[in-house]
T-cell receptor
Framework: GAVVSQHPSWVICKSGTSVKIECRSLDFQATTMFWYRQFPKQSLMLMATSNEGSKATYEQGVEKDKFLINHASLTLSTLTVTSAHPEDSSFYIC?????????????FGSGTRLTVV | GNSVTQMEGPVTLSEEAFLTINCTYTATGYPSLFWYVQYPGEGLQLLLKATKADDKGSNKGFEATYRKETTSFHLEKGSVQVSDSAVYFCALSVENQGGKLIFGQGTELSVKP
């Protein structure tokens, strides 16, 4: 149980285009989702927290207009990288809090490898 | 602010060796502590967790004890296997601060046969 499906698993796009990454909770309702970015051989950096039906809360230094997060339903959150550039190439991972486990349950998507050329 | 510090990798061990990966934290509030494992090209999997002082989390032969007095949560395994080769992340969350997970920098473990 408590599975988050993340798509696509990898994407290559041209510089200047936009890319959308989706995370769906398959068997539970995800009120809160977190979006992380991971550089090669580095840790996960929290980008933003999205709550269903409200605006996302971005971490300091993360460009809101570049990384658009939408959490329009209890089972879907999306991250859109707008006007992508090579420096946006990274591994993006979503995570959802799992209800029924208090504050202690988190499940992760399998990640999206974005390459901007 | 909240932060997690792990020992730097990579750590290279022979099969059946003893493993320790150090993790210390700073937190405003009372954190829950976690260890996650990431295999190449994959997302994160929860390895174990502890929610209060002196709790011991354990799974698949791995253990970690929540030490409030030393603000530590070191990961240990008595006998590692080649299949344990992965990157290990220590993390914390504080419930009244949005519940977001804060990760350490990760420690790469390589186990040789």
């Amino acid at each position: 149980g408590a599975v988050v499906s993340q798509h696509p698993s990898w994407v290559i796009c041209k510089s200047g285009t936009s890319v959308k990454i989706e995370c769906r909770s398959l068997d539970f309702q995800a009120t809160t989702m977190f979006w992380y970015r991971q550089f090669p051989k580095q840790s996960l950096m929290l980008m933003a927290t999205s709550n269903e039906g409200s605006k996302a809360t971005y971490e300091q230094g993360v460009e809101k207009d570049k990384f658009l997060i939408n959490h329009a339903s209890l089972t879907l959150s999306t991250l859109t990288v707008t006007s992508a550039h090579p420096e946006d190439s990274s591994f993006y991972i979503c995570s959802a809090r799992v209800p029924g486990q208090g504050g202690y349950g988190y499940t992760f998507g399998s990640g999206t490898r974005l390459t901007v050329v | 602010g909240n932060s997690v510090t792990q020992m730097e990798g990579p750590v290279t061990l022979s099969e059946e060796a003893f493993l320790t990966i150090n993790c210390t934290y700073t937190a405003t509030g009372y954190p829950s502590l976690f260890w996650y494992v990431q295999y190449p090209g994959e997302g994160l999997q929860l390895l174990l967790k502890a929610t209060k002082a002196d709790d011991k989390g354990s799974n698949k032969g791995f253990e970690a004890t929540y030490r409030k007095e030393t603000t530590s949560f070191h990961l240990e395994k008595g006998s590692v296997q080649v299949s344990d080769s992965a990157v290990y992340f220590c993390a914390l969350s504080v419930e009244n601060q949005g519940g977001k997970l804060i990760f350490g920098q990760g420690t790469e473990l390589s186990v040789k046969p």
